[in-house]
């Protein structure tokens, strides 16, 4: 399988305080991986390093073969990686579609010349058929949920390789956090691969191949989901509360 993302001895830092040490992780061509961990494990700090939004950084990122270290987080979104914050940031007073108009960005194709995914509004709002009942609606007038999608709808609308999608389960009903899982899988189908925060282990387990567990910014633990799943010892070890 392709490398498309790789971190090798990646540190940050935010002002003096030491967050992550030494992390190492891939992301294959097609794959889904969970980067789990409790609450201040590292898990958004690792997936703001990658993206370039913190701003002391050391260590090797590459992105599609390409030295990304030392990118900014514009020029890493050009290439084609995507990023979901947890906390959403839609734009308030643009409409839905005007949030998606935002996040487009050209067609694009895999380093061997073949096409990649392509997403328009048609496709999303079959994926998110919530968001295609409320095209006019101001993203400050929609559900936590609700927001939760936009924000993944316009990511996709840059037809990104990658995406890096932090806890997409968090705070939502369980019936968003369903159609997130067959967002996922759907994603996954598609090609896209995706680096997924989460605390949740079901929810993890349903869409994940493999996983890394954080403790304290350091790689803990590394295995396929349900290496991950089996091992009651790591999961008291590191994920349990």
Excluded at 93 to 115: F, I, K, S
């Amino acid at each position: 399988m392709t490398v498309l993302l790789e971190a090798k001895g990646l540190n940050a830092w935010y002002g003096a305080a030491h967050i992550l040490f030494d992390v190492d992780l891939q992301v294959m061509r097609g794959e889904v991986v969970a980067l789990m961990g409790r609450n201040g494990a590292g898990k958004s700090t690792t997936l703001k390093a990658l993206m370039g939004l913190v701003a002391k950084r050391k260590g090797s990122i590459a992105f599609l073969g390409i030295d990304a270290s030392k990118a900014e987080p514009h020029d890493v979104a050009r290439r084609g990686l995507g990023y979901v914050p947890e906390d959403r940031r839609v734009f308030a007073d643009l409409t839905v579609l005007e949030n998606l108009e935002v996040g487009r960005q050209p067609p694009r194709l895999w380093p061997d010349g073949t096409a990649a995914p392509v997403w328009t509004q048609e496709k999303l709002f079959t994926l998110f058929p919530n968001l295609g009942e409320m095209t006019d609606r101001p993203g400050g007038r929609m559900s936590g949920g609700e927001q939760q999608m936009l924000t993944v709808a316009r990511t996709l609308m840059g037809n990104p390789y990658v995406v890096l999608l932090d806890e997409p389960s968090e705070g939502v009903a369980p019936v968003i956090v369903e159609q997130m899982a067959q967002m996922i899988l759907a994603l996954k189908a598609q090609g896209v691969s995706i680096l997924l925060c989460e605390q949740n282990m079901h929810f993890a387990a349903l869409v994940s191949d493999r996983a890394y567990v954080l403790e304290k910014g350091q790689i803990r633990y590394a295995a396929t989901m349900a290496e991950l799943a089996a091992n009651e010892d790591v999961r008291r070890a590191y994920l349990s509360v």
